[in-house]
């Protein structure tokens, strides 16, 4: 039988096209877990064939501005990265990653991603946390669909994020 050894570092991947409060809420609760955590943001060029609003470093700068506004604690790190998540979790040392959920379509998505990264690395855990059910309706591809229409969305998104929208739609 295998050692077994304690997660204390995790993964909390994405692309964050924007960032929204649905994510900050994921990322708090994986630091009231694990003492580390790390933010991947994706560089994924193109989700669901849709171009990014915002760039690699956009992403990560809003990131890091969002967690700071949030009151983010020691113990939260903020990286850009690209290729496959399971050779960047053994890259920064991290035992788990983490996914938020918030319906049964998001569930079926990231078993099927859990069940290809056991296979990549075994070692690597996959930790669910089911959102916040106030953040339940909020996703990126909404919030870029409304502020692209210009409708007001600081409700769902961090002061930064928002404001670097407007920019961004007028």
Do not use: W
């Amino acid at each position: 039988m295998n050692e077994q050894t304690h997660v204390t570092h995790v993964v909390v991947p994405g692309t964050f096209d924007p960032v929204t409060f649905g994510h900050i809420d994921v990322i708090m609760r994986a630091h009231r877990l694990f003492p580390l955590v790390t933010v991947a943001v994706a560089a994924s060029p193109g989700k669901n064939g849709t171009a990014r609003t915002f760039s690699l470093d956009e992403r990560v700068e809003l990131i890091r501005a969002s967690l700071e506004e949030a009151g983010m604690p020691d113990g939260i790190d903020v990286q850009p990265f690209s290729g496959l998540l399971m050779d960047f979790c053994r890259e920064v040392g991290a035992g788990g990653v983490v996914k938020g959920l918030r319906a049964m379509t998001d569930f079926e998505y990231e078993l099927q991603q859990a069940d290809l990264n056991y296979r990549l690395s075994p070692g690597v855990e996959s930790i669910f946390v089911m959102g916040s059910p106030e953040f339940g309706y909020v996703s990126s591809s909404i919030v870029r669909e409304l502020a692209a229409l210009g409708s007001d969305v600081d409700f769902l998104v961090p002061k930064p994020v928002a404001q670097a929208l407007r920019r961004r739609f007028g």
